[in-house]
């Protein structure tokens, strides 16, 4: 079965940059497109960008760009979202989530969260 | 990108339908049928219900069902059960080549 299993918590301070990654398994990962997807607390999604494993190539919203860098392993199967210049609006849990080649999020790693704090 | 709009909050009692609404423009919604419904309990990562405006991944119960009428899309939930009770968001691919959620709805099982 699909699954993707990403990194654990991480704390921040503000002005650093952290790296989440998504390891994942039960079909084949170059065949398949990637996005991030983020939530601040108490707060809705937020569509973040999307890498395609089968050639590396990404796309991302106006909002992160120079910002995010979205990165992939195809020989261990991971996916990695990169942000910099953290600030405390980035303060989020941040999911992978596979696209079902049709433009819809099919399945979701566990969410990971990233706190941004002095 | 503007967020999609949705009702906060919706509710309904054990057995009725409810329908949740989720509003675009004619870049996201109203050009594409490419809108899809998650459903997400607190803690939980969201879970796709419905993809393609109406389609039902294998496994998703047949009392969720999805449509669209121009620039709006519509969730609808029939025979309403406790387990029911979650934040619902939708999202739309949009003409820029990205991707943009509604706020998210609230559903309280009565």
Not at chain 1, 36 to 41: E, F, I, L, T
Not at chain 1, 62 to 87: A, C, H, P, W
Not at chain 2, 31 to 52: C, E, F, R, T
Request: hydrophobic share 30%; charged share 15%; with cysteine.
């Amino acid at each position: 079965q699909v699954q993707l299993v990403q990194s654990g918590a991480e704390v921040e301070k503000p002005g650093a940059s952290v790296k989440v990654s998504c390891k994942a398994s039960g079909y084949t990962f170059t065949s398949y497109y990637m996005h991030w997807v983020r939530q601040a607390p108490g707060q809705g999604l937020e569509w973040m960008g999307i890498i395609y494993p089968g050639g590396g190539g990404t796309s991302y919203p106006q909002k992160f760009q120079g910002r995010i860098t979205m990165t992939r392993d195809t020989s261990t199967s991971t996916v990695y979202m990169e942000l910099n210049s953290l600030r405390s609006e980035d303060t989020a849990v941040y999911y992978c989530a596979r696209d079902t080649n049709n433009w819809s999020f099919d399945n979701w790693g566990q969410g990971t969260l990233v706190t941004v704090s002095s | 990108q503007s967020a999609l709009t949705q009702p906060a909050s919706v509710s309904g009692s054990p057995g009725q339908s409810i329908t949740i609404s989720c509003t675009g423009t004619s870049s996201d919604i109203g050009g594409y049928n490419y809108v899809s419904w998650y459903q997400q309990h607190p803690g939980k990562a969201p879970k796709l219900m419905i993809q393609d405006v109406s389609n039902r991944p294998s496994g998703v119960s047949n009392r969720f069902s999805g449509s669209k009428s121009g620039n709006t899309a519509s969730l609808t939930i029939s025979g309403l059960q406790a387990e029911d009770e979650a934040d619902y968001y939708c999202s739309s691919y949009t003409s820029t080549s990205t991707w943009v959620f509604g706020g998210g709805t609230k559903l309280t099982v009565l």
